[in-house]
């Protein structure tokens, strides 16, 4: 199994900044991509960003390419995301997950959740 811990939310102004990190530890080899989803009271979950972890491929909702980036660091077996620009709709539990090679296609393990509130 790999096991993922997020951190860095907050609360922070429209406009500010938030750095996103999410720590995978365990079976770390297993994995084939990682991505960020985010839920809001009352919403579905919704995907935000993923990353390829061999090749480093990105993807990117619309409306979070101009303004978010997610990176990878092999070596740590860290994730993150880079958000600039927060608006108050960013405002979500946020959460990452994994795509694993024993099943393409699924994400199969999931963190905790970090909070991040945008003010008005």
């Known amino acids: 199994q790999v096991q993922l811990v997020e951190s860095g939310g907050g609360l922070v102004q429209a406009g500010g900044s938030l750095r996103l990190a999410c720590a995978a530890s365990?079976?770390?080899?297993?994995?084939?991509?990682m991505a960020w989803f985010r839920q809001a009271p009352g919403k579905e979950r919704e995907f935000v960003a993923r990353?390829?972890?061999?090749?480093?491929?990105?993807y990117y909702i619309d409306s979070v390419k101009d303004r978010f980036t997610i990176s990878r660091d092999n070596a740590k077996n860290t994730m993150y995301l880079q958000m600039n620009s927060l608006k108050p709709e960013d405002t979500a539990g946020y959460y990452c997950?994994?795509?694993?090679?024993?099943?393409?296609?699924?994400?199969?393990?999931w963190g905790q959740g970090t909070q991040v509130t945008v003010s008005s």
């Open positions: 990353i390829d972890w061999s090749g480093g491929r990105t």
């Open positions: 365990g079976r770390t080899s297993t994995i084939y991509a």
């Open positions: 997950a994994v795509e694993s090679w024993e099943r393409i296609g699924h994400y199969n393990y």
